[in-house]
């Protein structure tokens, strides 16, 4: 199961960071991924990280900006999201997959409840 959180009301130009909490205890063997969903529009792939940490991979639109980390300690993965805009509200969610991360959604198991980032202009 995964739990994600962190979301709120921000201010453009914030900083927020999602935590996403998983109750595997082989958590370092899955990936795991952030998509987001905004009002009226399908869910889309934001980044991923490995099940190492020693792979990244980002959507343009946040590239330079979003960050995605993990700690296998915790096992809790993070999204550090930098310099938000209006354009980033919606729901995001972590999901996790085992093995390689993948920018499909399809390709997941198991997903948090997701998460409400809005952006106040």
């Known amino acids: 199961q995964l739990e994600d959180s962190g979301g709120g009301l921000v201010q453009s130009g914030a900083s927020l960071r999602l935590s996403c909490a998983a109750s595997?205890?082989?958590?370092?063997?899955?990936?795991i991924g952030w998509f987001r969903q905004a009002p009226g529009k399908e869910r889309e792939f934001v980044g991923f990280i490995g099940g190492t940490a020693s792979h990244t991979n980002f959507a343009d639109s946040v590239k330079g900006r979003f960050t995605i980390s993990r700690d296998k300690d915790k096992n809790t993965a993070y999204l550090q999201m930098n310099r938000l805009n209006p354009e980033n509200t919606a729901i995001y969610y972590c999901?996790?997959?085992?093995?390689?991360?993948?920018?499909?959604?399809?390709?997941?198991?198991?997903w948090g409840q997701g998460t409400q980032v809005t952006l106040s202009s």
């Open positions: 999901a996790e997959k085992f093995s390689r991360g993948r920018r499909d959604p399809g390709e997941y198991d198991h």
């Open positions: 595997e205890r082989t958590f370092s063997s899955y990936s």
